[in-house]
């Protein structure tokens, strides 16, 4: 049984969003030079902070044919990479200075797939995808999907499990949790992760994760932990049932009877607490409408607000449109006194009254969006 506790949807506080390209994160336009890394192209951008650096974590990545980049299908195919940054200003671009490396000074996966065809076999792996990531105490937490293989159709992919792996020295070395996190049916093989201080996240207590089955057309669902036991699965406990009068709604051990809060299709999302607005900020991909999403709640577990639309696919036809990661920025900006929000998708980023924002695909830039507030 499917339970859902969808309400009306809520007065928004964002009144108008726009647009616009900063830079290239990866590939031939970057700023910084990358061919020497072998990273032509990447998938993905999802982000954390520590120590004063801002971590990145991609998707496939693929290296060049001599001087010739040709981005997805290209060789030297890791399906994943790390690199970092101590650049915390988007205004005039991003240079990711740190990768995560090989002995030869090539770019390397944290774990790769086996790279077999898709659905050759019951148990085979086309590749291994970040979802989600989170850093608690020091400690890099990392989410990832096997996935079994990629359908012809867009947007329908199916997976053997999702696991984690964590760094305990700012990414320099990998440790896997031997136990699966999610199952194939798992709607939690993709994660969007926060432990931010909130109303419903007093003290910073939980990390919680909103998680979706893999693929694009499922709905989100709640989960939390405890932060100090991120890797327990027995640990999790997933909301069931709650209202917006609610502050402390009903939780249980068992994932596949977690309660819907917010309404297929999802795809890829990321999610953060914005102390300017006061809400939680969702984004995510409607493979739908081909539109990156933004939707507002007061409580992770809603009533959200109905999605504003970030970009459109028709506005860049040819581009690939997917991905919206967010991090906040805790640092105070005397011209925007509001906390400040990167945001990272595919293709490009936005900035609001006290946002900024970044984007990713195979050449990924930097964007920025304006999210108008009322007064």
Known sequence: MTHSIFAAPIQPRITSITTSKICALTGPQALADQKGLDVCGTDLGIMT????????????????????????????WRSNSFASTADHNPENGIRLTDWFCGSDGR??????????????????????????????????YLHYMSVRGFAPRGGVWECNYSKWVYSSDQGKTWHECAIPFG???????????????APD???????????????????????RVSKERILHRQAWEYLTTSNAAETEPNWTKDS????????APVGEASVLWSP????????????????????????????????????????????????????ARQRANPLFPHVPVWALQHFHYERATDLRAVGSRTFPPFCRQNLALPN
Not at 256 to 263: G, H, K
Request: charged share 20%; aromatic share 10%; hydrophobic share 40%.
């Open 107 to 140: 770019a390397i996966a944290i774990v790769q797939g086996a790279h077999q065809l898709p659905f050759a076999g019951e148990t085979s792996e086309q590749t291994k995808i970040p979802t989600g990531m989170v850093t608690v105490d020091g400690t890099i």
């Open 49 to 76: 902070e520590l120590n004063d650096r801002i971590y990145f974590v991609f998707g496939d990545t693929f290296g060049y044919e001599g001087d010739i980049c040709r981005g997805v299908g290209g060789p030297n």
């Open 276 to 327: 300017a607005l006061r809400r939680w900020m969702y984004t995510y991909l409607n493979e739908n409408t081909a539109c990156l999403e933004l939707r507002e709640a007061d409580h992770l577990w809603g009533p959200w607000t109905a999605p504003h639309t970030l970009v459109s696919a028709k506005d860049y036809p040819q581009r690939c449109v997917h991905d919206a990661f967010l991090l």
């Open 256 to 263: 596949t009877s977690a309660a819907e809060v917010v309404p």
């Open 201 to 223: 996240n007093p003290g910073g207590k939980y990390v919680y994760a909103l998680g979706t089955p893999c693929g694009r057309f499922g709905a989100a669902k709640l989960g």
């Open 183 to 197: 199952g194939r049916a798992s709607n939690f093989n993709m994660v969007a992760l926060a432990d931010a201080l």
